[in-house]
């Protein structure tokens, strides 16, 4: 962050990449397609094919007579064009999934066959019809047997129809897998974005003037009376500065290290409150080298003190829990403040909607995070997401909780 970058609440989103008229993709399957990027598309076969019936004709000599039959190739080429959306559709509409890979081939193969037979019935009337005044002879020797006709000219082309159905198809598909992966670039991106804004406003939280002035004074005091306490109080905060700029293009982080940073926030915290802060840790061994979104517990432990501890004239008590229950991590934040008000809801802060949409951009509906009332009294933050390990933690030591054994209450690791 650079000096004179302004804080602010409003929520950070990523701006699209712009893309040019020959690489949007949005053209062929957006709702509303570009049809002049379609045309231009089918006008090249269908110039092609112009070129080489006027050459085969004029190698032959017979180009006088047969014309009319090469200007023809231009718009049977161009009846793919209204046909095209309808394939694209198709394409997003049956995808070629592992799971579904058999009945999305066949029923391609039914709507390929179809199209074919539309294509080349449609246009052997329209043959027909140009027929009747080049070649009246001709058209009254074809209607006499009308049926040989019509199967042997369909049967003829149904291949060429399917192969150029194929093609399509396969541009639909990759178009389409473009799509998908710009949309999770995208995704990604306003991921990152809202990453860094929490982060920001985390740093903001930290050295806001008001928390700042709290701190200082609790220094200012402990230099006359425990310099050394002081000291330590000024490098945590040093400590904490240093991880959260250190992890501004993180993610996700292993609990273990999101465990560190919560602590080097809660000594300063218990500063302000000298001996009315209690702090007390339960956390299996299991979950430690867990995959968490960074930063994840700060807003909770802030929005505990703020409700819990900070209106209560005793002694406050901060609780963080975590278990491992089959394919869930389970983390818990508890308070013995008031609680909510019965019938009531605690609103949302800025902690609490950015957690909240950080987890649900992360894990979709494969998330939880929950505040309610504790039968002992208090309130308790429980947020449950997919136990998904990493392996940069895997046989490390259990961590070490940096807070002084006279001020902490670490609990027993519990089991599931």
């Not at 037979?117 to 019809?129: A, G, H, N, R, T």
């Not at 082309?157 to 473009?178: E, Q, W």
């Not at 007390?280 to 867990?290: I, R, S």
Request: glycine content about 6%; some cysteine; charged content about 20%.
């Amino acid at each position: 962050m650079t000096p004179g970058t302004p804080l602010t609440d409003r929520p950070a989103v990523a701006e699209p990449e712009r893309s040019t008229w020959w690489d949007d993709e949005r053209a062929f399957v957006g709702s509303r397609p570009t049809w002049s990027l379609i045309l231009l598309a089918w006008l090249i076969p269908a110039s092609v094919g112009l070129l080489q019936m006027v050459a085969a004709n004029l190698l032959r000599g017979t180009l006088g007579a047969e014309w009319p039959w090469a200007l023809l190739q231009v718009p049977r080429w161009l009846t793919w064009v209204p046909l095209t959306p309808i394939v694209f559709y198709a394409a997003e509409r049956f995808p070629f999934q592992r799971h579904r890979l058999a009945r999305s081939a066949w029923t391609h193969l039914g709507i390929a066959l179809l199209i074919a037979v539309v294509i080349e019935v449609l246009w052997l009337q329209i043959s027909f019809v140009i027929q009747g005044y080049l070649e009246p002879e001709a058209l009254a020797r074809m209607q006499s047997n009308r049926a040989e006709v019509y199967s042997v000219a369909v049967l003829s082309r149904l291949l060429g129809d399917a192969f150029i159905y194929a093609a399509v198809l396969g541009v639909a598909t990759t178009l389409g897998y473009h799509r998908r992966l710009r949309e999770r670039e995208l995704g990604a991106a306003q991921l990152e974005a809202q990453l860094a804004l929490a982060q920001v406003q985390a740093l903001k939280m930290q050295v806001h003037p008001h928390f700042l002035f709290n701190t200082l004074h609790a220094v200012t005091v402990l230099i006359r009376e425990d310099p050394a306490a002081a000291t330590r109080i000024v490098t945590r905060l040093g400590d904490l500065l240093r991880l959260t700029l250190s992890r501004a293009t993180t993610a996700q982080v292993s609990f273990r290290r999101e465990l560190e940073i919560l602590t080097l926030y809660l000594e300063i915290e218990r500063t302000r409150f000298h001996d009315r802060l209690e702090i007390a840790y339960e956390v299996h061994p299991t979950t430690l080298g867990a995959l968490v979104p960074d930063l994840i517990l700060q807003p909770l432990v802030e929005n505990a003190i703020r409700h819990g501890v900070s209106p209560n004239a005793g002694t406050g008590r901060i609780e963080v829990r975590s278990r491992h229950h089959g394919d869930w991590l389970c983390v818990e934040i508890r308070d013995n403040g008031a609680g909510l008000a019965h019938g009531q809801v605690r609103p949302d802060g800025i902690g609490l909607t950015t957690t909240r949409a950080r987890l649900e951009r992360l894990y979709g509906d494969r998330q939880e995070l929950t505040l309610a009332n504790l039968p002992e009294g208090g309130c308790v933050a429980r947020i449950r997401i997919p136990f998904q390990l990493t392996t940069e933690d895997r046989g490390e030591p259990a961590v070490r909780l940096p807070l002084p054994a006279t001020s902490a209450t670490p609990l027993a690791a519990a089991g599931d």
